[in-house]
């Protein structure tokens, strides 16, 4: 029986030690910092925590990229223990401790019986570990890029989002569903798959809806553009009074008035772009010269601007540095009749016919 028990035990400590080796890449937390990060993370499971310490707590962890380390780190270990219970040599141990034994056990086998009930513990505390256990209300957490900024956020579900330039993205997770809020700007969602635990992105004008995928969503002049590039999502009004299903490389849009526009298939011209802004380079294929101007002014403070409005039909192909408006400029003088007159007092250059 002791050999069964402990072999229990060995299993369930060299899974949580391996996981812990796994995420030593992670720089670790100085004691206190993670005393703290424990308990809030204990606090935060409590059927009873209160609004105000969830706010307190959302403070807390953005003060400090520590905190949310450790914070992450704690997590880490908490989802990775949802795992023991799928291990084999665990549920083998398990069903061999479960056989009868003698009624009359000797003294020592309580040691045994007690380490039998810490790794039972264990599994079935694993056994349940997922998205049941976050809050029914988490706190919200702001994520925010300033102008010419673009930044990764790794979410707590394993999710990665990427924000462009001047954007604003609210997160909140609960038991019910990964809740999300664009207010404006565009991101990239890259969704960890989790089919029980809907991953909801919502606009001013309406939501989309996926559990494994990877979509963009852009809010821009009161509408908001969905676009695939793998997986399936669903795009509905707020009302959900219209509903679409968007298949890879599709694209649909939300006017001001939350209405559902026509599905479209991406142009190729424009899939390049989706997935190079991510890296911070706009990919432009026979684009009109006023359309590039315009999202390339998104990302600084030095504005291109046309000098002679018959260049903005002129067609642009190239990859540029998103924000850097002197090389772009100067890529224009090389490879089209375009001079580009730096007005530095003014903080703009004015592309005029050479």
Request: net charge positive.
């Amino acid at each position: 029986m002791n050999r069964r028990l402990s072999r229990i035990a060995r299993r369930v400590c060299l899974c949580l030690v391996q996981g812990h080796r796994n995420s030593m890449t992670v720089p670790s937390p100085n004691a206190e910092i993670r005393a703290t990060a424990q308990r809030w993370f204990a606090r935060l499971l409590a059927h009873d925590c209160s609004q105000s310490e969830r706010a307190a707590f959302a403070r807390w962890r953005a003060a400090d990229p520590a905190h949310d380390a450790a914070y992450r780190q704690i997590g880490d270990i908490w989802e990775r223990s949802a795992r023991l219970r799928e291990d084999p040599a665990i549920a083998m141990a398990l069903a061999e401790a479960r056989r009868p034994v003698k009624r009359h056990r000797p003294a020592w086998s309580v040691k045994w019986l007690s380490l039998a009930a810490a790794a039972a513990a264990v599994v079935v505390l694993a056994a349940t570990a997922s998205w049941k256990f976050w809050p029914a209300e988490a706190p919200a957490i702001r994520y925010a890029t300033a102008l010419g900024q673009q930044r990764t956020i790794a979410l707590e579900d394993g999710s990665q989002v990427v924000l462009d330039t001047d954007t604003e993205l609210t997160v909140r997770f609960n038991r019910r569903a990964r809740d999300l809020v664009l207010a404006r700007g565009r991101a990239d969602f890259t969704v960890h798959h989790d089919a029980k635990w809907p991953f909801v992105v919502r606009t001013a004008q309406g939501s989309v809806t996926a559990t494994g995928t990877r979509f963009q969503v852009r809010v821009q002049d009161g509408t908001s553009t969905v676009a695939l590039l793998q997986g399936r999502v669903k795009v509905a009004t707020k009302d959900d009074a219209q509903l679409a299903a968007l298949a890879p490389d599709q694209s649909i849009t939300l006017d001001a008035a939350g209405r559902l526009g026509e599905l479209r298939a991406i142009p190729d011209a424009e899939l390049g772009n989706l997935r190079g802004w991510t890296q911070g380079n706009l990919v432009i294929k026979g684009w009109p010269l006023s359309t590039v101007l315009a999202e390339m002014n998104r990302y600084s403070r030095t504005k291109l601007r046309l000098g002679d409005p018959s260049l903005g039909s002129t067609s642009i192909s190239g990859v540029f540095k998103a924000g850097d408006q002197q090389s772009f400029a100067m890529a224009l003088e090389y490879g089209w009749p375009i001079h580009a007159d730096q007005r530095p007092a003014a903080s703009e250059i004015v592309l005029t016919r050479r």
